[in-house]
Nanobody, 125 residues
């Protein structure tokens, strides 16, 4: 699966952004689709997951502010980010793996075999 992420940018604290990840060569509905982020000098961090067959999961740091969704017709996965904070500043990556992983594994970057190129989100104070 090839992934193309878009939608990053500069936003003020409290603002919103919507990231999109377009998939080709595979179907998002049949895959675990996740967003991770990586800030400078830090490890890649789980953000949100939309599971093959249904269900979502979020990191505690974004729960209640971010929403992940799949558009099966467009074969995309989106991340709506509201109430953004400076600590959300990072490069955001979408990731895909065909099938349904155990939830604990799906919240880690290792099992994913397809990655988008990353899109930068900067939240100013």
């Amino acid at each position: 699966v090839q992934l193309q992420a878009s939608g990053g940018g500069l936003v003020q604290t409290g603002g919103s952004l919507r990231l999109s990840c377009a998939a080709s060569g595979g179907t998002v509905s049949a895959s675990d689709m996740a967003w991770f982020r990586q800030a400078p000098g830090k490890e890649r961090q789980f953000v949100a997951l939309s599971r093959s067959g249904g269900g979502t999961s979020y990191s505690n740091s974004v729960l209640g502010r971010f929403t992940i969704s799949k558009d099966n017709a467009a074969n995309t996965v989106n991340l709506q980010m509201n109430s953004l904070k400076p600590e959300d500043t990072a490069v955001y990556y979408c990731a895909a793996r065909k099938g349904r992983l155990a939830l604990s594994a799906a919240r880690t970057p290792g099992p994913y075999d397809s990655w988008g190129q990353g899109t930068l989100v900067t939240v100013s104070a």
